[in-house]
């Protein structure tokens, strides 16, 4: 910035310097043109007059041919006027009659200008240049009754005009040099001080901005609590302003930062507790019935539960809920649900029934949410002995029951697909709803090659992109498919049938499923 700024006056001063030079030159040159007309203009005037009197005093003494007066008088006038360079007259045929230089009288007019001065008929002013220099000669006839007798020849030296013109030369390129001295000195006072401000106009501006650059490095390295100082209200106390704010939402970002990775870390941690709350996703075997579950949260917390235990008498349990929305608060509630229904399969051990069960985790739910959340629950027991399942539910969507090649499933309703695809049909209050809740237990025959499966809301109610839910109807198309199929495979197949059809588009609900096969 400073040498622009300085390479910038120095263009300026150097524009001024010609400009002023070119004036000075033309101020000079119009002083020598009107000098040189003025001097043209003067010396024209005395010629005319100094001709027509020597012509006048010439043409008596021709007339009389008193050439001897002639040459006494003619010598003296250009003694007379310095500024005079010779005079002469001669006769109509050129021969000098009187010359200011004696020698040459009574010879011929040799020199060219004196030639067409004597051959001319009327007066003739004319500017030559001679031997002695340039010259501004006069020539007038000397005429007597309309006859040309003789001429007169006056020539004036301008070597006076010359001079002149040549001390206004001289002063013209002294007046350049001064101008350019004049020039480089005021051009010198302007570098300089427009230097100096340039500079002090760069420091102004440079120490904000190292100012600036300092403070982000300082943040760079990690002291996100510097900030700089503003003192203008210009561009740089806007940029410092800037800067602060920046600085102030970058801290509060790092915070937010900190409190999200915390945060993050402590839903992966309950995510990870949420997992030990279900079975993994191995198979199941037992004597006469194997089976394999499946668990997707929407989020990193879910509000899906199930879990399956054996029982002392041989028996399995098998529950499966579903919390009112998902995340942290639904997983605190599945906890508790969990925690209730150990607690239950504990103390009551061989006794337990399907009613208990619920009941006692009505209780639990309902003093842990205070009605804020709910849960729907199915419970059922699988006795191997007795080949029946007791059931009891709490608003949970029905499970399947899908007996291939049957004609009938013992008075179960159907899906109105067939008679190989029926429901295990039982109603109930959600459990948290009301503190004194009841549940009715039902009982079903199982046969080997039965198919179980028990789910939440959310496979049949998650959305492609489109906008359309999977449905009771697809999601028992899939089952059907993979129905000849071990529980794992089956799973599989279900879970595919139904990625396929969500596509790329994100989950709004839990996916929790429960395959089952009776093989004895």
């Not at 427009?194 to 440079?206: D, E, K, N, P, V």
């Not at 191995?282 to 989020?299: C, E, K, N, Q």
């Not at 399942?389 to 029951?401: D, K, Q, R, T």
Request: negative net charge; hydrophobic residues 40%; charged residues 25%.
């Amino acid at each position: 910035m400073i040498a622009t700024s300085t390479l910038l006056i120095l263009v300026i001063v150097a524009l001024f310097g010609i400009l002023n030079v070119v004036n000075t030159g033309r101020v000079f040159d119009e002083q020598a043109a009107r000098q040189r007309d003025s001097f043209v203009a003067s010396l024209q005037k005395r010629g005319l007059v100094q001709t027509k009197d020597l012509v006048q005093s010439s043409r008596g003494a021709i007339l009389n041919n008193d050439y001897t007066t002639l040459q006494g008088f003619v010598p003296d006038i250009a003694k007379d006027d310095p500024e005079v360079d010779y005079v002469l007259v001669a006769d109509k045929e050129g021969v000098v009659l009187a010359h200011s230089d004696p020698a040459l009288n009574g010879k011929p007019v040799t020199d060219t200008a004196g030639k067409e001065m004597i051959g001319a008929k009327t007066e003739v002013t004319k500017e030559v240049t001679g031997p002695k220099g340039k010259e501004y000669v006069f020539g007038r006839p000397i005429l007597q009754d309309g006859q040309r007798m003789g001429t007169v020849v006056l020539a004036y030296s301008l070597k006076l005009l010359d001079s002149t013109l040549k001390k206004i030369e001289a002063d013209k390129e002294g007046a350049f040099q001064e101008a350019w001295i004049r020039t480089a000195l005021i051009g010198l006072f302007f570098v300089l001080v427009g230097t100096a401000l340039a500079i002090f106009q760069g420091l102004r501006i440079s120490r904000p901005l190292k100012m600036l650059a300092w403070r982000a490095d300082q943040i760079a390295r990690g002291d996100l609590e510097t900030r700089v100082e503003i003192s203008s209200a210009d561009e740089i106390g806007m940029l410092g302003e800037n800067f602060n704010y920046m600085a102030d939402r970058l801290l509060i970002l790092m915070r937010e930062t900190a409190e999200k990775a915390t945060l993050e870390k402590e839903l992966e941690v309950a995510r990870t507790i949420q997992e030990t709350l279900v079975p993994p996703a191995d198979l199941v075997t037992r004597d006469f019935i194997h089976l394999a579950g499946y668990f997707l949260p929407a989020s990193q917390c879910g509000g899906d539960w199930w879990t399956v235990h054996d029982l002392p008498d041989g028996r399995v349990l098998v529950v499966i809920g579903d919390v009112t929305g998902h995340g942290v608060p639904s997983a605190m509630i599945t906890a508790a649900a969990k925690a209730a229904c150990d607690v239950v399969r504990a103390t009551e051990g061989s006794a337990l029934t399907v009613t208990k069960l619920l009941e006692v985790m009505n209780r639990a739910i309902f003093e842990s949410a205070k009605r804020k959340f709910v849960m729907t629950c199915f419970a059922s027991i699988l006795d191997p002995k007795r080949k029946i399942i007791s059931y009891a539910n709490a608003g949970h969507n029905f499970p399947y029951l899908f007996r291939p090649g049957a004609t009938g499933a013992g008075g179960l309703p159907n899906t109105g697909e067939g008679q190989d695809f029926q429901v295990l049909m039982s109603r109930g209050n959600r459990l948290g709803d009301l503190e004194e809740s009841t549940y009715q237990e039902k009982t079903h025959p199982l046969q080997s090659g039965d198919v179980l499966v028990w789910y939440t809301d959310g496979i049949v109610e998650c959305e492609n992109d489109r906008g359309e839910e999977y449905g009771e109807k697809r999601f028992r198309a899939a089952i059907r498919r993979a129905s000849d199929l071990d529980p794992i495979a089956m799973r599989e197949s279900v879970v595919s049938a139904a990625g396929q059809f969500f596509g790329e588009r994100a989950r709004k609900d839990d996916i929790t499923m429960v395959f089952a096969r009776i093989t004895a």
